[in-house]
């Protein structure tokens, strides 16, 4: 059997949950009804600012639901705001947690010890709900497009983890 020297790993869907579509569009919908949108255009808004909430265009999820706002004529109620960013917090907590079976993979890899990456295209507010979760501890590497302006499947994405990680993808060799 072939002998692998590191081993990377995506986050939603394969460490933690993916989101529900019916529950992470739900939560953007009723987002846009707290702060006085119609819950349509402030989908559409959201969607529309995924690739600049991906890579860093947005440095809070704060400042992308404010251009949102902006861009749909709505001033911006702070109380509203602080209630609409509640109800993402509130998505993480039902959504982020170990998938069965990740913690144990992630310890047995590291008791056999191999170096782990993380890969994860992300909005801005799952760097930090990562960097507390039980999983982190295990991972030597990660990375978030939300942090480098990277997005899959740009192959520099996956450049930095390998690079982080002291290994060169399957085919190539490392610089000396």
Known sequence: APRFEAVIFDLFGTLVPEFSKRDFFGNVRDMGGVLGADPDRFEAAWTGTAF????????????????ICASLGLATNEDALARALDLRVELYRTWFFPRRGALE???????????????????PDAPAMWRTSALAPFVD???????????????????????????APSGETQPE
């Open 105 to 123: 993979t992630l310890m047995e890899l590291k008791g056999r010890g191999y170096p782990i990456a993380l890969i994860s295209m992300c909005a």
């Open 141 to 167: 590497v990660e990375v978030f497009s939300s942090e480098t302006g990277l997005r899959k499947p740009d192959a520099e994405i996956y450049r930095r983890a390998t690079d982080g990680l002291g290994e």
């Open 52 to 67: 600049e909430r991906q890579t860093g265009g947005f440095a809070t999820v704060e400042d992308n639901v404010r251009q």
